[in-house]
């Protein structure tokens, strides 16, 4: 069974920082393809970056590169989501997902974290 936990979050001023990690069980995070997306209030879920298998590289939202960044732990079976620069427009609650495919015939299946709230204020 696959579960995503996710931990970090919380409230931070203008031009701060915040780390999120994501834990994974059920799957090895260097094998797969994990995702954070965020949703503001009243605004649709938006993906933020995608941290591709193994050397894939990490491909980012426009509106957070530069300022975010994603890094895998193989060790901890961990994708963690660095936030710097962070400023109010970034205000949302951050998912970590993942989307494997199972059954006969196969199907997708996206499993998301619990949702994280970050809140950039002063």
């Known amino acids: 069974q696959v579960q995503l936990v996710q931990s970090g979050g919380g409230l931070v001023q203008p031009g701060g920082s915040l780390r999120l990690s994501c834990a994974a069980s059920?799957?090895?995070?260097?094998?797969?393809?994990i995702g954070w997306f965020r949703q503001a209030p009243g605004k649709e879920r938006e993906g933020v970056s995608c941290t591709s298998r193994r050397d894939g590289g990490t491909f980012y939202a426009d509106s957070v590169k530069g300022r975010f960044t994603a890094t895998r732990d193989s060790t901890k079976n961990t994708v963690d989501l660095q936030m710097n620069s962070l400023q109010p427009e970034d205000t949302a609650v951050y998912y970590c997902?993942?989307?494997?495919?199972?059954?006969?015939?196969?199907?997708?299946?996206?499993?998301w974290g619990q949702g994280s709230q970050v809140t950039v204020s002063s």
């Open positions: 059920g799957i090895t995070v260097d094998l797969y393809t």
């Open positions: 997902s993942y989307t494997g495919w199972s059954g006969d015939p196969p199907a997708p299946k996206t499993y």
